[in-house]
Structures are given as C-alpha cells and as structure tokens.
C-alpha cells in the first residue's frame, strides 16, 4: 500500500478550524459584551455617573490583549495539551530494554515517511498508549508509556510508532493542538462561571448581587454552548483523523493484521486495568492517545419493581439520549469500527 495525501482529511482539517474560528468568534463577541455591561452596570451603580468613551475603549483594549496573550502563552509555551496532561516529571527518556528498539523503530519509520526523526519520550504509567504532540513536524514529540511497551510485542509496538508518525505526516497534530485551545479557555470559563454562581448562592448577602449574577449566567450559557458545539466539531475530526492515521500506519508497515492485533490488546488492557489507574489518566489529552481510555462508562439506567425490570420513564428518556449522543461526543471511533478498515484494507492487499 503506497501512502497518498488525502484529501478528504485536509478539507475536514479546513473546514472544522474555519467553523470553529467562527464560533470563537461569536465567543469573544458574547463574552466581551457581556463584561463591558457588568462593567457599565458596575460603574453606573456605584459611580451614578455615565461611562465615558476613553474607558469602554480602555476596557476594549485591555480584553483584547487578555484574550491574545492567553492564547499566545497556551499555544508557544512549549507546553503542547498532550505534554501538560502527562505529569511533567514522568515524562523522561528512560533507558530501559527497549530503548534501542524504540529509537531504531521510530528513525526507520520517519525515513520511509520523508519526516524528520521526532524525539521521543517514555511516560511512566502502566496504562498502555501512545500520543503526539507538536505544532511543527520539526518539533513533534511521541509520547509513549510503559504499559505499552511491555504489554506489545514488536511487530505491534512498530504498528503503533507508524500510527503516531501518519498523524505528523497528515499535519492534524498541529490542527488538533490548535482547535482545542479555545475549546480549554471555554471549559475553563465555563467552570469558573458555575463556581462563582454557587459561591454567590451560599451567600447570606444579597445585596447589589441581582446584576452580577445576571452576567455570571449569561457567561455560563454562552461559554457552555460554545464548549457543547465545539466539542462536537473537535471529536468529528479526531474520530476521521484517527481513520486516516490506521490507514497511512499501513501504508508505513504494510500490515494492517499487526495494528489490528496492536488496538485490541490496548482495549483489552484498558478494560482489565482498576479504575484508579484509568482515571489517573488525563481526560483533556484522550483526544490524542492512540486508544482512548473510558473512566466514566454509561451507567446502565435504574431498575424498580419487584422483579427489578421496569425502568423509571425518566430515567429509561436520560439513559437512550445519553446512548444516542455518545458515538457524536467520542473521540475515537470504536475499536470494532478501526478493525473493520482494517480488515477491508487488508483484503485489497
């Protein structure tokens, strides 16, 4: 199987960047607005004085470069999601047995991909996967644990290595990297808002409260509606891209039987693992690892009755919602799906 640029990644790449630099578009709109009125209601209220021009352009200013700062810091601080979801200190290049292997593997890899040698670090985890990091193809990283190097054999470990290369190949690393920047300022909003507004309900005082709870719920609304909408954007693309990727690991290894064998050890290692262990697994980073880990599984819904059998209706409606969103909320497409490609790529062979 000879690799070939595809074309279908690159539109969907384009298309949900352009989407979601409008929707964060609309985000700052809102939210700037929404401040610049707290701050009118605020100067107004205690002031009872109007708002002069020179200071609506002050605080214009001052959100701007608030707003472009952060996003300069997040993106070249050097600091990609996927190495600020590891812990720092076991992210370490270990010299382990299979070190040799993993630098040998990688720099043959990379040859036949016509891409630089990106370095390569160990995470000290027993939860088995595999990352990549980096906005540039000089400068990506993989990021592997040592779950994964003892639990795959070679031929499965370079099945991987050459998964991890394809995305650096497709460039969706970097995309990636860059699309879930505002998707964190949103959460982060999000969850800011939502602590301030239960602070200010433990609260005995009322007063002069009316207005700034009026605007930490609009903050609330408007930062959860983005984050809802732009997630969905971001996981259609990880779940295409994560397709793209087993296909151009082939074209590299020209097995599709060792990366199908590589995925279903991986999943079967997550299930088996306890559930501390999964859920020291950063969630903010699944969206980059080669097989995501699931800490929350759908819980099944609650059974009454005196046989056990009849389901709550309330609960029966929240339980098949929950059911129909989660292939729309997942990062990754199912393990049985990747398989299936994998098989059919494997008959054309």
Request: glycine share 4%; net charge negative.
């Amino acid at each position: 199987m000879n690799w070939s640029r595809d074309w279908e990644l690159g539109v969907r790449m384009a298309v949900t960047l352009g989407l979601l630099a409008i929707v964060t578009c609309v985000l700052v709109v809102a939210l700037f607005g929404t401040v610049l009125l707290a701050v009118t209601w605020i100067i107004v209220v205690f002031e009872m004085n109007p708002v002069p021009p020179s200071v609506s352009r002050e605080i214009a200013g001052v959100m701007t470069c608030i707003i472009i700062g952060v996003i300069i810091y997040v993106e070249f601080s050097g600091q990609t999601p996927v190495l600020r979801g590891l812990d720092t200190q076991s992210v370490d290049r270990m010299e382990t047995e299979h070190s040799e292997l993993l630098d040998r593997t990688v720099e043959r890899l990379a040859q036949q991909a016509d891409l630089p040698v990106p370095s390569v670090v160990v995470a000290d985890t027993p939860v088995p996967n595999s990352y990549t990091s980096g906005l540039l193809s000089q400068q990506a990283t993989i990021v592997v644990t040592t779950g994964l190097l003892e639990k795959l054999d070679p031929e499965e470990l370079r099945a991987v290595l050459a998964h991890e290369l394809a995305h650096v190949k497709h460039r969706d690393a970097a995309v990636m990297t860059v699309a879930s920047v505002p998707l964190q300022i949103a959460q982060s909003i999000h969850e800011w808002t939502d602590d301030q507004r239960n602070t200010k309900r433990k609260s005995t005082s009322s007063e002069n409260n009316n207005g700034s709870t009026f605007m930490l719920n609009v903050c609330y609304m408007i930062s959860g509606a983005f984050w809802l909408v732009g997630r969905l954007l971001f996981h259609l693309l990880s779940r295409y891209r994560e397709l793209a990727a087993d296909r151009g690991a082939i074209a590299l290894t020209g097995s599709p039987a060792a990366l199908a064998s590589a995925l279903e050890t991986i999943s079967a290692q997550h299930q088996s693992l306890p559930r501390e262990d999964l859920r020291s697994a950063d969630g903010s980073i699944q969206a980059f690892a080669v097989v995501p880990v699931e800490t929350e599984p759908l819980e099944e819904p609650i059974r009454l009755g005196p046989n056990g059998d009849q389901i709550p209706t309330h609960n029966q409606y929240e339980y098949l919602i929950q059911k129909k969103m989660a292939p729309f909320l997942a990062t990754h497409p199912s393990v049985e799906r990747r398989r299936e490609q994998l098989q059919d790529i494997e008959t054309e062979l």
